[in-house]
């Protein structure tokens, strides 16, 4: 059935994430700039392998959470950070992005190209444009289901403030920019909500916020930050709070 071809799927992912980031971390502490050989391989190899072809499969949480799991890890034993500090303190500190963002992004870049189809050579998108028809036609008794990936992908546009729309008239590049930019700010708000729930202990560090524009800009420059609020986070952060986003 489906629901066993996902799991089995899914059961893959969670092995090849523990597998992928215990072998980095490997040959990351062999090298003399670890955060930047591991950043590098992590981005490049691990996270290209484990979300490909998601953005055709239906978003779960559990498998986000967990793939989450293995990514902090990586980033743990590169700091050798304990693991029983704070995840959403690491988050926002390093800016690594969560895995439940990185399937939103493969999720909304599909549906343009879906968009963008020729109705005419491909037959998954003359489905997508009977569908929306139906949808929005009031006397039509067809009715999305919560499982359904239309459902999904209409769910997301809303959830970003992104007008489905707008897709049938700017190009692949633009598109991409869009959704980078709404997923950066719904991470970073979603961060400062969680963050603003937290009570931070008198005298503890209070995380910076995830910004993957700062660190990205210079990867040595980013290596030098970790490197020292690693040493910050071992002693202001490892005793509160240990829910990732």
């Not at 072998?23 to 700039?33: C, D, N, P």
């Not at 499969?57 to 293995?70: G, Y």
């Not at 939103?104 to 549906?111: E, S």
């Not at 998108?125 to 067809?142: A, E, G, M, N, R």
Request: hydrophobic share 40%; glycine share 2%.
């Amino acid at each position: 059935s489906g629901t066993s071809t996902f799991s089995i799927h899914f059961k893959k992912l969670m092995n090849n994430g523990h597998r992928m980031s215990m072998e980095i971390l490997h040959i990351a502490k062999r090298s003399f700039h670890k955060i930047l050989i591991a950043n590098t391989m992590w981005e490049t190899m691990a996270v290209p392998a484990l979300t490909y072809g998601m953005e055709v499969l239906p978003f779960r949480v559990t498998v986000a959470r967990d793939l989450d799991k293995h990514q902090l890890s990586l980033v743990k034993g590169l700091l050798n950070l304990p693991k029983c500090i704070s995840s959403v303190g690491l988050i926002g500190e390093t800016a690594v992005m969560p895995f439940r963002y990185r399937w939103h992004k493969r999720h909304l870049m599909y549906l343009h190209r879906l968009i963008n189809l020729n109705p005419d050579t491909h037959l998954c998108k003359k489905i997508f444009d009977t569908l929306l028809v139906l949808i929005s036609t009031p006397q039509s008794q067809y009715k999305l289901k919560k499982s359904d990936w239309l459902f999904q992908m209409l769910k997301l546009c809303k959830t970003y403030e992104i007008d489905i729309l707008s897709a049938y008239s700017c190009s692949t590049q633009q598109w991409k920019n869009t959704i980078d930019k709404k997923v950066q700010q719904k991470w970073h708000s979603q961060w400062e909500y969680t963050m603003s729930k937290r009570k931070i202990p008198e005298g503890f560090l209070r995380p910076s916020p995830p910004s993957q524009e700062q660190y990205l800009s210079s990867p040595f420059a980013r290596e030098i930050i970790l490197l020292r609020n690693s040493m910050l986070m071992k002693h202001f952060l490892k005793t509160w709070d240990s829910v990732a986003l």
